[in-house]
């Protein structure tokens, strides 16, 4: 027994060594700190915001349009989903809170920006409930998730633009939260897009974001010594104040920031 | 603010540096390929970068780079794993040189046991690779895999049996012994 014991600590000493020797024949290389720090920024910000697919290719393109994120809280400033009224209906699981963000006219045609809270589903059931409600709400697949699993417990809210007579949402920004992470102070977060339909592309002058609820006016800045001041509102389902801001025909909406 | 960040970023570029070589190592003992390597450990650092506030700040950074350094392995090696593994020359020329003790014969006892590796499933692979290279306790190394010491120990002597039991690698281990 102590023998067997004795070759099996010696076979597992040999394989240490062995392993260590075939260790040494990775080569080593410098270490990538700039690629990993950008990509880790990259991965950061796409886990906050999850932004409509054919949104991300325009953002990621050069047509001017841009996500910002500036003063973004961290995780101990959360705020957790509350558990809110037993009935689905009551926590808003199949219609959705609905606040309008802006309205306006470009070129002869209305537009106008809604925001849409739905609330969180406490099992799979609720879930796919939502998801039905969802699609036939006008949301297609490239803003929610494959299966119910990725909303129950999570709240999700979508800023949606509406042009013209067409009914159907293009989805500007949205997420599918497990909780808030609340702004606070002057954190802003916004998206600048095309004012366009879906696929359109063009520049970011249209500006969709959120504020802390304290917010007071924003600023949005286009060129230097060339921007506009939004009121931020409340809405229904969210902690946070929501701002929108319009720049000019061929302008990008370069940054936003809390002025009062 | 912007200071604060400049300062996270210095030291994770410290920790980055200092881990890289060791992290590398690990990653290719559990991915068996230089390539996949270098992804196993950029993936892992670039989710190490998203919480680096929690984690420089934490007792133990080491634990939970391990920690994901495992989990991104095994979404994203674990079924291509013999793949990556696959020998690429297995005419045999280089066992007839192995008794040589020379340089060939080491490289044929590195071959010997990536093979042998690959052919653990990976829960083995991982749980020889942190009980027996990186020298971790069984309770470290459930830590890192997300599972319970029974696993790990089960795992640890399933994946040594197998390298035992695989003919090369038992003569190696025996050459080993006789040196």
Known sequence: ?????????????????LLADAADEVEIGIAPVQAVIQAGRRRRRARRWAVAAATAAVLAGSTGATLALAGLPGGDRQTGVAAGPS????????????????????RGSDWRVELTVWGAPRDRAEAAGQLTAMRKFGFTKTVLPPGPDGLVN??????????????????????????????????????????????????GRLAVGRVAGTAQQVKCTWKKDESTVDLPVAAAGSPDRWFLCLAPEGESVKAAEVIQ | MGDGKQTRDEEFQSFMVGRWPRLMRTAFLLTGEQHAAEDLVQSTLEQVYTAWRRVGAADDPEAYVRRVMINVHARKHRRRLREFLAPKDDSGLVREVADTGDRIAQADDRSALLKALAQLPARQREAVVLRYWEDLTETQAAEAMGCSVGTVKSSAAKGIAKLRAIPVL????????RK
């Open chain 1, 1 to 17: 027994m102590t023998g067997d014991r004795e070759q099996q600590n010696m076979t597992q000493t040999d394989i240490a060594h």
């Open chain 1, 87 to 106: 009935t689905p209906q009551a926590r808003h699981v199949y219609r959705p809170q609905r606040t309008p963000l802006g309205t306006g006219t470009d």
């Open chain 1, 154 to 203: 999570r709240t999700s809210y979508y800023a949606s633009l509406y042009l013209g007579d067409d009914r159907k949402p293009r989805v500007l920004l949205f997420d599918n939260l497990e909780k808030w992470d609340r702004m606070s102070g002057r954190d802003v977060s916004f998206g600048a897009l095309p004012l366009a339909k879906e696929g359109v592309t063009g520049s």
């Open chain 2, 170 to 177: 038992a003569e190696t281990v025996t050459q080993e012994r």
